[in-house]
């Protein structure tokens, strides 16, 4: 049985000559059992008629914000909550463009801009426009903003050229909405925590020692924890990301010690626990309750003490949780990783290297090798964070990649 029975689907047609293979699309996900609301915007009606998309998906097709007779208001809002998963198919460039910018001038982009479910996108458009920057750029946008995209395939394209364009078979696109939901179903009842972002050390009431660490890998680990089904805490501190998936506990702290106790508390239960923090070293051994006057002195000298080590005290502490560390290295990066990993106790620790260009704090990208307790050293191409969580939590819940 497909697990799309009972799932509520909003499927989003715009304007391109692929609608066609929208009605396919929506019989197969009606026949699978989901239940179907069709979205269309005004262009996508001058290539496939309402009336049949509501005959075979059993509502009516909602287009426009009002109906014109009754006045009756159609809620995007309402359809946002209603729905477990949008499918838009086919995404018109034009579709695309407005999307990934907020253009909500037609009721399938309010819909997207109000949608609390997984969005899902399926370009069709000719290989020119397929392959020009701004699509491209576009199409970067809506993966950062966790929309999933149905790549389009290569054949005959309704111009009569031959490339890259064309909409993805209706099969193919029921296949990925059944992925996603079993991906959801993955790590359901698993409880992980996770850590990220910097800490702040004071110094005094407006100074603090801190680091460049944005939190973004941690928070994406977090998301994709969450989106396979996971119980998540996400363990953070000082970062300006937004969280983008739903169901996580978000506990804000400020300094490794904080940091540490929130860690402890919640160890007990975990099923994965991953340090992605990067917690300072070292704390001023006293913060002032005033701030510090500049006047009348010629400098200052700090007095440090050394930070908890929030991994080694979990390692300590660990019974059957798996615990992946991080580690980020200038040189000998394989062998400081290792002794890492025995050091902490950890399970696994992720390395990146500061030699690399895409690895590192504030970027988007990372390059990682994941080394492994029993001796598995698994490298990985430079990716975006979100695709790189995907890989690593490939490896600590299955000990493989995809
Ligand atoms: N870590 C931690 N608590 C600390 C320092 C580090 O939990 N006080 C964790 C990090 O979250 C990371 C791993 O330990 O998962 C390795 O962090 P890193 O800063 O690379 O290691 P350090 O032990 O601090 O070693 P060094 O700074 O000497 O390279």
Redesign the pocket.
């Known amino acids: 049985m497909s697990n799309l029975k009972g799932k509520h689907i909003i499927l989003g047609i715009s304007g391109g000559i692929a609608a066609y293979k929208s009605v396919m699309l929506l019989r197969l996900l009606v026949k699978k059992g989901a239940e179907v609301q069709v979205v269309i915007t005004p262009n996508g009606k001058e290539f496939i008629t309402p009336v049949t998309l509501s005959s075979l998906s059993g509502k009516p097709v909602v287009s426009e914000f009002f109906t014109a007779n009754t006045g009756e208001w159609h809620s995007h809002v309402d359809l946002g909550i209603w729905a477990d998963l949008m499918i838009v198919a086919p995404a018109t460039a034009s579709t695309i463009g407005k999307m990934a910018n907020g253009i909500a001038d037609n009721m399938l982009i309010t819909t997207y801009l109000s949608a609390k479910e997984q969005v899902m996108v399926a370009p069709a458009m000719d290989l020119d426009m397929w392959r020009h920057p701004s699509t491209q750029r576009n199409i970067e946008t809506l993966r950062r903003d966790g929309v999933i995209i149905v790549e389009p395939e290569a054949g005959e394209l309704a111009s009569g050229l031959i490339g890259k364009g064309r909409m993805e078979e209706p099969e193919k696109i029921a296949e990925a909405a059944e992925r996603y939901f079993s991906r959801q179903e993955e790590l359901h009842g698993k409880k992980v925590l996770v ?1 990220a972002g910097p800490t702040f050390e004071n110094i005094d009431p407006v100074r603090f020692i801190g680091n460049y660490s944005s939190g973004k890998m941690g928070f994406a680990i977090a998301e994709e924890f969450a989106e396979r089904g996971a119980d998540v805490v996400l363990i953070a501190g000082p970062v300006n990301v937004p969280l983008r998936a739903e169901g996580i506990r978000r506990i804000d702290v400020t300094s ?1 010690r904080e940091m540490r106790d929130a860690c402890v508390s919640h160890f007990n239960d975990m099923d994965y626990v991953v ?5 300072a ?1 070292y704390a001023p051994a006293e913060v002032s309750d005033v701030k510090i006057k500049r006047e009348g002195t010629d400098g200052m000298t700090l007095h440090l003490v050394k ?5 080694a005290t979990l390692g300590a502490l660990k019974k059957n949780q798996k615990l992946i ?5 200038t040189d000998h990066e394989l062998e ?1 990783a290792l002794h ?1 990993l025995k050091k ?1 106790n950890l399970d696994w620790i992720v390395l990146n290297s500061l030699r690399d260009p895409d690895a590192g704090f504030m970027k988007d990208t990372n390059k990682v090798t994941v080394v492994g307790a029993s001796g598995e050293v698994i490298d990985f191409p430079a990716k975006q964070k979100s695709e790189v969580a995907k890989d690593i939590i490939d490896v600590v819940v299955n000990g493989e990649t995809e």
């Open positions: 850590t490794a340090l992605a923090a990067a917690v070293d930070n908890p080590d929030i991994a560390g991080f580690a980020l290295e400081n890492k902490k």
